[in-house]
Nanobody, 124 residues
C-alpha cells in the first residue's frame, strides 16, 4: 500500500501563488507516476499534472500549462505542485495520486492510491 498526504492548500487572491506538497510512504517502489488532480464542485476529477519518479514524462493540462510546475524529490518521497498566476477557475480540491501502471496515463482509474485532498480557493 502507498499512503499519500497533501499539504499547502489555502486561500489566495488571483495572481498569487501556492505550493502543494505530497508526501508518499509505504510501498512507493511499486509506483511509476505521481499525479495531481483537481475537482471543483459539480465537476469531474481531472488531471492537472503528472511526473514519473524518474523525473521524465511530465504532462500538464492545457489549463495550467505555463503557470504550474510539478517536481519531485526522490530522497524525500515528495512531489510538489508550484502554482503561479492563480485564477479563480483554479479553485478546487487538489488531490495527489500514485499510479503503478507502466505507461503514461491521465485517467483516474489508473491511479490506485490517493491523498485526502487539499482545498485551494482563489478569490477574484
Amino acid at each position: 500500500q502507498v499512503q499519500l498526504v497533501e499539504s499547502g492548500g489555502g486561500l489566495v487572491q488571483a495572481g498569487g501563488s501556492l505550493r502543494l506538497s505530497c508526501a508518499a510512504s509505504g510501498r512507493t517502489l511499486i509506483t511509476y507516476t505521481m499525479g495531481w488532480f483537481r475537482q471543483a464542485p459539480g465537476k469531474e476529477r481531472d488531471i492537472v499534472a503528472r511526473i514519473r519518479w524518474s523525473g521524465g514524462r511530465i504532462y500538464y493540462s492545457d489549463s495550467v500549462k505555463g503557470r504550474f510546475t510539478i517536481s519531485r524529490d526522490n530522497a524525500r518521497n515528495t512531489v510538489y505542485l508550484q502554482m503561479n498566476s492563480l485564477k479563480p477557475e483554479d479553485t478546487a480540491v487538489y488531490y495527489c495520486a500514485a499510479s503503478s501502471v507502466p505507461y503514461d496515463s491521465n485517467h483516474v482509474a489508473d491511479f490506485g492510491a490517493w491523498g485526502q485532498g487539499t482545498q485551494v480557493t482563489v478569490s477574484a
